[in-house]
């Protein structure tokens, strides 16, 4: 079964709305989780890292203030698109680890839609 | 810059035949290398790994070769089935620096019965 789980699935929303995205490790604790973003026959491209209790680590290129990343507890991460345009309509994806360099495991992405 | 390639959008092999993906990398300091599944509307799932000490790495009808000259690996599935139909990537992480890794574009594999 499932071991992160990712919500919502899908959003649609106005432009200038702020949409967050939960991640969840269902049953095991992650001091670090990932998000990605995807866009159409790209590759997944890791935008920032999640770290418990402590900022998050961004990618160059991907603005701080735009993507606004908490991870509040052992098992939860967010990620808030703020302000959302047009152009930030995409496939978001996080992952977790449950221990050192392992593979990660993988929400099922949120589907974002800004009109 | 795109550090991991897979350079074949797409694959189609015939039921009970070999499938075989393949991905190249530019950098000479990944020592860890993935291999992740993905159906539509679910996240990747991984499938098998290999370390840089290795050359090989078997799971049931899943191989992994990694050729580190070459910056290439690639993924075998032998026999292939219907249900493996799906998008698979190849990652790429260096262990030094953590937990980061690089993902290819993807292949799309449709096995036909």
């Known amino acids: 079964g499932a071991v992160v789980s990712q919500h919502p699935s899908r959003v649609i929303c106005k432009s200038g709305t702020s949409v967050k995205i939960e991640c969840r490790s269902l049953?095991?604790?992650?001091?670090?989780m990932f998000w990605y973003r995807q866009f159409p026959k790209q590759s997944l491209m890791l935008m920032a890292t999640?770290?418990?209790?402590?900022?998050?680590?961004?990618e160059q290129g991907v603005e701080k203030d735009k993507f606004l990343i908490n991870h509040a507890s052992l098992t939860l991460s967010t990620l808030t698109v703020t302000s959302a345009h047009p152009e930030d309509s995409s496939f978001y994806i996080c992952?977790?680890?449950?221990?050192?360099?392992?593979?990660?495991?993988f929400g099922d992405g949120t589907r974002l839609s800004i009109l | 810059d795109q550090q991991v390639k897979q350079n074949s959008p797409s694959l189609s092999v015939q039921e009970g035949r070999i499938s075989i993906l393949n991905c190249d990398y530019t950098?000479?300091?990944?020592?860890?290398f993935l291999w992740y599944k993905k159906y539509p509307a679910e996240g990747p799932t991984f499938l098998i790994s290999?370390?840089?000490?290795?050359d090989k790495n078997e799971d049931g009808r899943f191989t992994v070769f990694l050729n580190k000259s070459a910056k290439h690996l690639s993924l075998h599935i032998v026999p292939s089935q219907p249900g493996d139909s799906a998008v698979y990537f190849c990652?790429?992480?260096?262990?030094?620096?953590?937990?980061?890794?690089?993902f290819g574009t993807g292949t799309s594999l449709t096995v036909i019965p």
């Open positions: 992952s977790a680890s449950d221990r050192g360099h392992q593979p990660q495991h």
């Open positions: 049953d095991f604790q992650a001091t670090t």
């Open positions: 999640s770290n418990e209790g402590s900022k998050a680590t961004y």
């Open positions: 950098n000479s300091m990944f020592d860890y």
């Open positions: 290999i370390s840089s000490i290795k």
């Open positions: 990652a790429a992480s260096e262990r030094n620096t953590g937990n980061q890794f690089y």
